[in-house]
C-alpha cells in the first residue's frame, strides 16, 4: 500500500523536528561554551557538538530525507499541500542539494582545513604575518571555488557563495547599490574629514562600573520589548544573540569599563536581533523556517535598532537622564547635544570593527569587491594585501602600515566565510528603506522615541519581517515591506542628511 | 569476512562514546532548565530532553547493541579484552537486559503514569489527602511489580529494585545493618530528648545576605579542593551537583538569608558529590563507566563531607573566623563551643529533609522496612499511611498529624522510585567506615582539618573510591578500601561518641 501524502507530509515534519530538537541542542552547547562552561570540560564539550552536528548533517542529506523531498515536491500535489509545508520543504531541498554535492571526503578535509586556517590566522594576525597564512588561504579558496563547481557554476560564480548568506541576492543587484553607496560616502567622510568641527568626545571616556552598565543594558533591553521571560543577558568577550527557539533567546553583552558605548550599543544591536526571533510566528516551531531569513535580514533588524533608533537624538531626549543616574557624574556637565554629538562621531579608520555607522558601508565595500575579484575574476590569494591596502588608500584614505591592520584584521575569509561580508552592509541598507517605509504608517516615529514608546516601531517589524521566519525570502520582505526592490538612496539620503547636521555642513 | 575482535571492540566504544555524548547534551540542558533558562522556552526544551533520551534509549537496546553484548561477552574472547572493555560491556549488558525485557508499550504508560502521578502528588501533599494518590500510587506499584517478574523474579522481589541504585546490595545485607543501626539509635534518641542541655540555637536564624552566603560557599568549595576550571556555582531552589564529564562537574545552592546552614552544608555535601566526579580517571570518559558507581557510593562522598568533615570540632576551628567575618555580626559573641553545638542539634522530628544526622537513618529506615513490605510481603498501598505513623512512633516518639507531615512528605514513591531511600543511609555507613579505616591511613586527620589541609583526605578518597567510577562495583570498594564487608559499627560508634559528647551524657 502506498504511503498518502497527509502521512508522507507528517513523517516528514517529524522528521525536521528531529533536526531542530538536536540543532536546539547544539546551540545551547554553543552558548554555554562561550558564556561560563569551565575550560577543562570544554575538550570533551567540542566531541558532543561534533557528535550532534554529525547526526544532523547524516539526517539532513539521508535517504529519507531524499525521499520526503522527492514525494514533496512532485508537481503532481503541490495544491494539496500548505504553503508552509512547501516552503520548508523547499528550505530542505535547498540544505540537501547543498550539502549531497559535495564528495564527503572532500568536506571532511575542508572542515579540518577551516579549524586549522581559523586557528592560525589568530598567530599570523598577532605578527602581521600574511605569508604565513597565505598557503593555508589559497587552499581555502580552491576548496570553495571547487564547490562552487560542484553546485553549478552559472555566469558568475560568486553569486553561488552570496546566496549562501543571502538568498535571491547577486552580484548584479550588489554592484548597483554598492556602486552608488561608495560613490555619494566617499566625497561625504572627506568633506568631514576637513571639517574643524570635531565632536568633544573626552568624555565618554571615564570609569563606569560594569555593574552599572549591565543594570543600564538591562533598562534598555526591557525598553526596547526585549521579553526576559523569553530570553536572558550574559556576559562574553564578543557580544552576540543566540536563539534556541522563539521562547528563549538569550544575548550577550561585553563590558568596557572605560567606554560605556562597547555595551550599550552592543545591547541595542543584539537586542535587534533578539527582537527579531522571539517574534517569530510559534507556528513555525520545529521546522526549519523558524529562523531569521538571512544575514542580511538579521542584520537589517541589529542595524535598525543599533543605528535608527539608538542613535537617533529623539531617544537621547528619553534615555539620556537615566544614562546619567546609572552613570558615576561622567555626564553631569555634558549637554544633551553635546553628547549626541559625540556618539555620532565620524572620521576614516583603518579597522572594520571600530569604524562608525557613516564609514562602516565602505569597509564592506572594499571586502565585497576583493571576495568578488577572487572568484569572478581570478584574483590570487598573494595578491590580497595589495588590493586591500589600494582600496582602503582610495576609499577611506587610509593606508595600513602592516597587515594585521589591513588584510589580516577579520576572521571570516580564514573561517571559508566568503560571501559573508556584504550582507553587513545590505543588512544597513534594508533598515534604511524599511525606516522610510515606517514613517509611511508611523509619522510620529520621532516623538514616539522621545515618548519612550517603542512598540508600534517594533510592532510594525513584527508585522512586516519577524512573523514570517523564512516563509518569506530577504527580497520578498524588503519588496512587501517597502514596495519597491533595493535602493541605496534611503541610506544615503539618511547617511548624508544626518551627517551634514552633526558636522553642520553645508 | 569475518570482523576482528579488536574491530568489534572498536566499534562497540565508538558506540556507547555516542550514547554518552547524547546524554551529556541531555545533562547541560537539565541543568540550564533548572538553574537560569526562560520559562517560555521550557516546554519546548522539555520536547528536545525527550527526543534525545529516545535516541539514548533506542541506541541502548538497537540490535547493533545486542552484537556487541552478544560478541563482547563470548566466553572465547574474554582473555583477548581489557579489563575496560569487559566491565563496560556488561555495564551496557546490565542495561540492556533492564531495558529490552520491558514490551514498549508498557514502559511507555509507565513513563506517562510516572509523570501524571508525580504532578499529582504535589496538590495531594498540600491537601494533605492520600486518597487522592491512592489509586495512581497502586498502578505505579502494580507496574513495580510486574516489571521485577520481566526481569525475572528470584526468592527477594524487592533486591530487584535495591538493585537498580545499589549493585549487588541485597534484602539481607540491609537487615542487618539498618537493624543494629536502629536497635542503638533508637534509644540514644530518646536519652537526647530527655536531656536538659539543650543548646542555644537562637543566633543561627540570624540575617545573612545571599552575595556573602555565596561568597562565603565559594570559599569553602576551594577550602575542599573543588575545581573551578571544571565546574561552577549557581543558585537553584534545590541544590544539586551534576557531572557533564569530569571536566565540568557543576554545583548549585540554595540560599536561606534566615539560616545560613542550608546554604553552608548544602555546599559543602553538594561540593563532596562533585569532587567524586571531579576524580574520576580520565581513561573512563566516552564510556558507561565514566560515573560513580552507585547512589550509595555517592551519598558516601556528599555525607563524608557534610558530617565528618563540615560538621567536625576541627573544621571550625580553621574556619569559624573567616564565617565571622563573611557574616553580619551574628557570631560576634558566640564562642566556638557554643557555635559547634549549635550546628550539632539533635531531636527527633517528622520531615527527613530537616533531620539532623543523628535521627537521619531513622526516617530511612521507616522507609526502607515499608518498601520491604511492599514488594516481599504483599503490604497494600491503602495500608500505608497507617504503617507509617505506626512506625514513626514506635522508632522517633511522634506521630504525623496527617499525611503531609507523613507519608506524603516525599516524592520519590510518586516517581516510582522504590529502593533508592536505603541508598541514603547506605552512604552514611559507607562513609563512617571510610573514615576508620581513612584514620589508620592518615592519624592526622583532625590535625589537618585544623590547619586546613584537606588534601589528603581528598586524595585518599580519590585513590580508593573516585579514580575507579564504575569499574568497581560498591561493595567491591567497601571491601577494597576498608578490608571488610559492610559493618555498622562504625556508623554507630561515631553517633554515639559524638552526641554523647556534645550533650554530655554519660
Redesign the interface.
Known amino acids: 500500500m502506498l504511503a498518502s501524502i497527509k502521512d508522507i507530509e507528517k513523517g516528514y515534519f517529524e522528521y525536521v523536528?528531529?533536526i531542530m530538537?538536536?540543532e536546539?541542542?547544539i546551540s545551547?552547547?554553543a552558548w554555554?561554551l562561550r558564556t561560563?562552561?569551565?575550560?577543562?570540560?570544554?575538550?570533551?564539550?567540542s566531541?558532543?557538538i561534533g557528535?550532534?552536528s554529525g547526526e544532523v548533517f547524516q539526517m539532513s542529506t539521508s535517504e529519507e530525507m531524499k525521499y520526503y523531498i522527492d514525494a514533496l515536491t512532485d508537481p503532481g500535489v503541490q495544491n494539496e499541500l500548505s504553503e508552509k509545508t512547501r516552503k520548508s520543504v523547499a528550505y530542505s531541498k535547498r540544505e540537501y542539494d547543498k550539502n549531497v554535492k559535495i564528495p564527503e571526503r572532500e568536506y571532511k578535509e575542508y572542515v579540518i582545513l577551516q579549524a586549522k586556517t581559523e586557528s592560525l590566522w589568530e598567530e599570523a594576525k598577532e605578527k602581521a604575518d600574511f605569508n604565513m597564512l597565505k598557503p593555508y588561504l589559497e587552499k581555502i579558496v580552491d576548496f570553495k571555488r571547487r564547490f562552487i563547481e560542484y553546485w553549478g557554476c552559472e555566469s558568475q560564480p560568486y553569486d553561488k557563495l552570496l546566496d549562501l548568506y543571502e538568498p535571491g541576492v547577486t552580484v548584479s543587484m550588489i554592484d548597483k547599490v554598492f556602486g552608488e553607496l561608495r560613490e555619494q560616502i566617499v566625497p561625504l567622510v572627506q568633506e568631514i574629514a576637513g571639517s574643524r568641527d570635531r565632536p568633544e568626545t573626552s568624555f565618554l571616556f571615564k570609569r563606569f562600573s560594569k555593574e552599572k552598565q549591565r543594570a543600564f543594558s538591562l533598562h534598555i533591553l526591557r525598553e526596547m520589548g526585549y521579553?526576559?521571560?523569553?530570553?536572558?543577558l550574559d556576559e562574553t568577550g564578543h557580544p552576540f544573540a543566540i536563539s534556541?527557539?522563539?521562547?528563549?533567546v538569550?544575548v550577550t553583552n561585553h563590558y568596557d569599563e572605560n567606554d560605556f558605548r562597547t555595551a550599550v550599543f552592543g545591547t541595542i544591536h543584539e537586542g535587534g536581533h533578539a527582537l527579531y526571533e522571539q517574534h517569530i510566528s510559534k507556528e513555525l516551531?520545529?521546522t526549519p523556517l523558524c529562523s531569521g531569513t538571512s544575514m542580511g535580514i538579521h542584520e537589517s533588524q541589529s542595524l535598525f535598532f543599533e543605528n535608527f533608533v539608538g542613535r537617533h537624538h529623539a531617544f537621547w531626549e528619553k534615555h539620556y537622564d537615566s544614562l546619567k543616574q546609572y552613570a558615576d557624574g561622567q555626564f553631569d556637565h555634558v549637554s544633551l547635544e553635546d553628547f549626541y554629538r559625540a556618539i555620532n562621531i565620524s572620521g576614516p579608520s583603518l579597522i572594520r570593527l571600530e569604524a562608525d555607522e557613516l564609514t562602516y558601508p565602505l569597509h564592506i565595500i572594499v571586502r565585497y569587491e576583493i571576495e568578488k575579484a577572487l572568484f569572478n575574476d581570478g584574483l590570487e590569494v598573494s595578491e590580497l594585501p595589495e588590493v586591500w591596502n589600494g582600496k582602503y588608500e582610495e576609499y577611506l584614505g587610509l593606508r595600513p602600515a602592516n597587515d594585521r591592520e589591513g588584510v589580516l584584521q577579520d576572521i571570516h575569509w580564514s573561517g571559508g566565510d566568503f560571501g559573508y561580508f556584504p550582507s553587513y552592509a545590505l543588512g544597513y541598507l534594508y533598515a534604511a528603506q524599511f525606516k522610510h517605509s515606517m514613517l509611511k504608517d508611523i509619522p510620529r516615529f520621532n516623538e514616539l522615541l522621545k515618548e519612550g514608546n517603542i512598540k508600534p516601531i517594533r510592532e510594525w517589524l513584527t508585522t512586516n519581517i519577524h512573523q514570517f521566519g523564512r516563509m518569506q525570502k530577504p527580497i520578498e520582505i524588503l519588496k512587501d515591506a517597502t514596495g519597491e526592490e533595493l535602493n541605496a538612496k534611503y541610506l544615503v539620503d539618511y547617511l548624508s542628511k544626518k551627517y551634514r547636521s552633526v558636522y553642520e555642513l553645508a
Chains 1, 2 share one sequence.
Open positions: 523536528k528531529k530538537d538536536f536546539e541542542a545551547l552547547m554555554d561560563g562552561a569551565p575550560k577543562k570540560g570544554a575538550e570533551q564539550r566531541e558532543v557528535t550532534l521579553d526576559f521571560d523569553a530570553g536572558r534556541l527557539n522563539p521562547g528563549d538569550r516551531i520545529g
